[in-house]
């Protein structure tokens, strides 16, 4: 009898185990669309996705799994333009592994969003402007690359956010805890949004919404201007490159460091309550260590601002 509880006890045991699975995943399910489709909308829990396109007027989807199994296959529906894709069953074992790929037309310039709970989300290269370009994911990460849309929406409870050469009208980024990455991209407004997670923008163009409660932000290359605010123990250090619109940056509890290019002509207000401002080799500036103001170059088109009330501000110039 105890021999009998002792096989059966292993058998429950490799059965949750998956068995002993540890291959790697194969290609078992592929399908065609040939419908055109204004809005597209895939949807997965741990799968890892990646985007990519071809020359080819088909949407295809294709899943790779290491068990194949039909129940496991995505429910893909279609209503008019509008095409669902969505995860299959998943077997509770920790041994399956699965992940996604899906290939649009080249030509596809319509809606586009893409959710995991913790897969990762991979896209590069859109070959035309799309509508709108939605990824989110709530621990995964997410990497996007020499994409255009004219509405871009990346979203992360706290996963990781990584934006390579990125163009667009509108680009909106929310993160919760996890970090934001944003390097050479282009927009006619950037909107930036964390509540703890850290924040670095490398030559960015355009103008810049930023607020968190307790991340830190740091940023170089930068062209434009913006409004940069800090709501609770958040640190702030920017460096611009040219400013042809006014920079704003307000923190409570944090330091803020802000590089100003050589030929900068812009008017300038600093101010803290309990903490230090230094300059580097500003003559035109006048004040004290709790605040400063005065002006750069002739006849300055723009304004900018920085302000903390527990913490130090530093003015550099390259």
Request: hydrophobic share 30%.
């Amino acid at each position: 009898m105890k021999k009998l509880w002792l096989m059966l006890g292993c058998c429950l045991v490799l059965l949750l185990s998956g068995c002993g699975n540890d291959s790697e995943p194969k290609l078992v399910n592929t399908q065609k669309l040939d419908h055109e489709f204004s809005q597209i909308a895939v949807d997965y829990d741990a799968d890892d996705v990646s985007v990519g396109f071809h020359e080819e007027d088909t949407i295809i989807l294709k899943e790779y799994m290491n068990e194949d199994n039909e129940k496991y296959y995505a429910s893909i529906d279609e209503k008019g333009q509008e095409l669902s894709i969505t995860e299959g069953k998943r077997p509770r074992r920790a041994s399956f592994q699965s992940y996604v790929e899906l290939v649009l037309p080249a030509t596809y310039d319509q809606s586009l969003s893409v959710h995991t709970t913790s897969g990762e989300i991979d896209m590069l290269e859109t070959k035309e402007i799309l509508q709108e370009l939605a990824l989110d994911t709530t621990s995964g990460k997410i990497r996007v690359g020499e994409s255009r849309a004219e509405s871009f929406k990346l979203t992360s409870t706290s996963g990781e956010i990584d934006g390579n050469q990125l163009t667009a009208k509108m680009l909106t980024v929310k993160s919760t805890s996890g970090s934001v990455g944003l390097a050479a991209g282009e927009a006619e407004d950037f909107r930036i949004e964390t509540t703890s997670g850290s924040t670095e923008l490398v030559e960015l163009t355009g103008p810049i919404a930023y607020v968190t409660k307790s991340g830190t932000l740091t940023a170089s290359g930068l062209t434009g201007g913006g409004t940069f605010e800090a709501t609770g123990e958040g640190e702030m250090e920017l460096g611009y490159t040219k400013i042809n619109q006014d920079v704003i940056l307000n923190a409570k509890n944090g330091d803020l460091i802000l590089s100003l290019p050589a030929d900068a002509s812009c008017k300038i207000s600093a101010r803290t309550k309990d903490g230090e401002i230094q300059t580097d080799n500003f003559s035109e500036l006048s004040g004290d260590e709790k605040e400063i103001s005065g002006e750069l170059g002739s006849n300055p088109a723009y304004k900018v601002t920085l302000e903390t009330r527990n913490g130090d501000i530093r003015l550099t110039t390259d």
